[in-house]
DNA sequence: AGGCAGTAGACTGTACACAGAAGCCCTTAG
DNA sequence: CTAAGGGCTTCTGTGTACAGTCTACTGCCT
């Protein structure tokens, strides 16, 4: 009633903090671990050991094993539990090559999409990631690189198809982190290239471009010196 | 020690029936009625009712359900539990054009691969299915159709690209199941030449013929006369 | 009569407990 | 000394119990 209309809906709310479901923060938990090899291929997880570790009951740690299991990071034998997955050269290269795929066709529906402010942003993202390349900061060339990406994938306007290679994109960054070194220069030139097909509004070229792009990571990931190490 | 070397590892045993984890039945079991409409979309899957009528506990129960919920059969809303997925007609369009483009480049690699052997199995199997759309035995062909679909994916021989198509190629089956009648010669035919693309090991003939082939269905999904039907 | 608060019911989320199976080590016989 | 068998330990699979929360209904106040 007074002057001024302060009600409770106009205050700014942090969403009023739900119990955030367990399982999910289980679930980014061991992703987190796994992505980042601090959890080994092979690595049998023991529900109570993680369980305790993490102060709570068995059941959160199963459902996020669950989880894990159908989205192919960790393999679930019966009756023995929860192993890391451990990749085999064929299916990093299956998994390179949907990629490659799926992230053509997303450049190519991207190139119809595309508002000059999103071709600011990811030009943006673009001179971060190579700004970093510079600082020799592989963390943050990785993150750049996985961030311009997620934003052309979103930019196809597709959800099934962005959520597929989201998923797809995060098991290759798995493999293919320990290398990301030596790719790079090249791979944000490829970029800069792409953002200009896509501002030009041309799928095919974004298509063509993205395909290569990913090809290359592909040979490169094949190339690596370290083969055999974990 | 007897001149007949009958040993238990010798005889053929069903693989020893092992007790067959629930949840995976639970799983199966809520799928296959999701499918079949028994389950409407939008249901609330309450997780007691379903395991007091499976005469088991919750637990098996809620694993199945997570692992719907990852796959998108059902949404999984925090405090509220299991609701049948809702598919609303941009998703089915969404996830008809990422089919598209799967089969499509299953197609392309299936090409390179096919043995005569493979050629005449599908054949076989396009066989089966024209004499069960001449029967006008709906499931039948239904099920041909996936079956021959299946197969063709397998023949890609990249697992990766295998296990996302069926994923997809359920779901779509799913939207698509109650307008099946209508498409249906024209379907086997555009099989047929499919199977010959492959037979002359054209691959790029193939996907452009699967491409067509599966923009046909999303054409035909979209001009169905029981629009806002169940 | 309409709206709001209070309350009761129901369902989910989590923890705890027990049975069965698989693997491992130790023992024992050849 | 080797190999096979048995007992033990550990972990998974499943059932049961309890607390928090959301919803819907009812009754009261305006």
Redesign the pocket.
């Known amino acids: 009633m007074s002057f001024f209309t302060g009600n409770a809906e106009s205050v700014d709310m942090p969403r009023l903090t739900?119990?955030a479901?367990?399982?999910q923060g289980v679930y980014e938990a061991l992703l987190e671990l796994i992505v980042t090899r601090a959890l080994k291929p092979g690595q049998?997880?023991?529900?109570?050991?993680l369980?305790t570790r993490l102060?709570?009951?068995?059941?959160?740690v199963?459902?996020a094993l669950q989880r894990l299991s159908t989205e192919g990071w960790v393999d679930?034998?019966?009756?023995?539990?929860?192993f890391v997955h451990t990749p085999t050269e064929e299916e990093a290269d299956q998994l390179l090559a949907v990629r490659s795929l799926l992230e053509a066709e997303s450049a190519r529906l991207a190139a119809a999409n595309v508002t000059p402010e999103a071709i600011a942003r990811l030009r943006e993202i673009c001179e971060g990631g190579v700004a970093a390349l510079e600082a020799d900061e592989v963390d943050a060339v990785v993150a750049a690189n996985a961030t311009l990406h997620a934003a052309i994938v979103e930019l196809s306007g597709n959800k099934v198809l962005a959520e597929l290679a989201a998923q797809v994109d995060r098991r290759v960054r798995w493999y293919y982190t320990p290398v990301a070194r030596q790719r790079g220069p090249e791979s944000w030139t490829e970029h800069a290239a792409l953002i200009d097909a896509l501002a030009a509004h041309d799928g095919e070229r974004a298509a063509q471009i993205m395909r290569e792009h990913t090809e290359h990571t592909r040979r490169s990931y094949h190339q690596r010196p370290d083969k055999e190490v974990t």
Chains 1, 2 share one sequence.
């Not at 049998?44 to 050991?49: A, F, G, K, Q, R």
């Not at 102060?55 to 959160?60: A, V």
């Open positions: 739900r119990p479901p367990l399982r049998h997880l023991v529900e109570s050991d369980a102060g709570i009951s068995r059941q959160p199963r459902e679930l034998r019966p009756a023995q539990g929860a």
